[in-house]
T-cell receptor, first 110, second 115 residues
Framework: GQNIDQPTEMTATEGAIVQINCTYQ??????LFWYQQHAGEAPTFLSY????GLEEKGRFSSFLSRSKGYSYLLLKELQMKDSASYLC???????????FGKGTKLSVIP | KAGVTQTPRYLIKTRGQQVTLSCSPI?????VSWYQQTPGQGLQFLFE???????NKGNFPGRFSGRQFSNSRSEMNVSTLELGDSALYLC??????????????FGPGTRLLVL
């Protein structure tokens, strides 16, 4: 089976940096996804990591450690529009379903 | 390119009724997955279709079913609705389902309220 754990809520200040952690347990590893979901909207793809290390994409970076079953999403220069839920997800071994964590609700305050 | 579209966007039903939701994937995408999202359980996988065949199914009762048409459009059906079926139903498409690492693109969802 698969299990994903993320903090439920986080608060950070506009302009700051925030790190959202995700730990996972999976029987077979096929990479890890991060999605952003604004309230009432569809999840949108942010990143996909399959190899260890940090991948940077503008203000957002994602890190993966396969040996530790750990990933984080790093958001720099926070803006008010970054207030959203951030979902960590892993695909199943040999299947096409995504198992999602329950998401981390990030609130960016002035 | 147009994104994933879902209809209807909002739906109110009563217990015992049935409902059919529709999803049109991104043009050229052949894999369609369905998810249920609730505040308590988060996003949970329902099933996935590719080339009109169901390849994977999540842990939901048989009241939840789906199908895919030759043009890759998909429908899901929930029969004998229960209050607990109230949720946001999300459809996601990916290109050709060559592997679980393929990015899935989500539609806006159908919000179902069961009274």
């Amino acid at each position: 089976g698969q299990n994903i754990d993320q903090p439920t809520e986080m608060t950070a200040t506009e302009g700051a940096i925030v790190q959202i952690n995700c730990t996972y347990q999976t029987s077979g590893f096929n990479g890890l996804f991060w999605y952003q979901q604004h309230a009432g909207e569809a999840p949108t793809f942010l990143s996909y990591n399959v190899l260890d290390g940090l991948e940077e994409k503008g203000r957002f970076s994602s890190f993966l450690s396969r040996s530790k079953g750990y990933s984080y999403l790093l958001l720099k220069e926070l803006q008010m529009k970054d207030s959203a839920s951030y979902l960590c997800a892993v695909p199943g071994a040999g299947s096409y379903q995504l198992t999602f964590g329950k998401g981390t609700k990030l609130s960016v305050i002035p | 390119k147009a994104g994933v579209t879902q209809t209807p966007r909002y739906l109110i039903k009563t217990r015992g009724q049935q409902v059919t939701l529709s999803c049109s994937p991104i043009s050229g995408h052949r894999s369609v997955s369905w998810y249920q999202q609730t505040p308590g359980q988060g996003l949970q996988f329902l099933f996935e279709y590719f080339s009109e065949t169901q390849r994977n199914k999540g842990n939901f009762p048989g009241r939840f079913s789906g199908r895919q048409f030759s043009n890759s459009r998909s429908e899901m059906n929930v029969s004998t609705l229960e209050l607990g079926d109230s949720a946001l139903y999300l459809c996601a498409s990916s290109l050709d389902g060559t592997g679980p690492q393929e990015t899935q693109y989500f539609g806006p969802g159908t919000r179902l309220l069961v009274l």
